[in-house]
């Protein structure tokens, strides 16, 4: 999988500063340390609410959570 810059806007641009869709990677260590690799280095990002909360807990399962449920 390629990481970093998509050149893709699937929610159209933000300003003049978006650089389009980004593709990333999550993972943890076997220390336990959970690692997100942007592929790019970058001062921000943002995406749509469901997208955000699926990346939220996708943080918790690579931190260790056993359940993660949230309400809406």
Known sequence: MKLGATGKYPHGTLGPHDEGALQMAVAHDSTGNVHVNF????????????????F???????????????EL
Do not use: T
């Open 56 to 70: 939220a807990k996708l943080i918790l399962r690579h931190a260790g959570a056993k359940k993660v449920e949230i």
């Open 39 to 54: 592929g790019k280095d970058l001062s921000w990002f943002a995406m749509p609410p469901e997208q955000a909360i699926n």
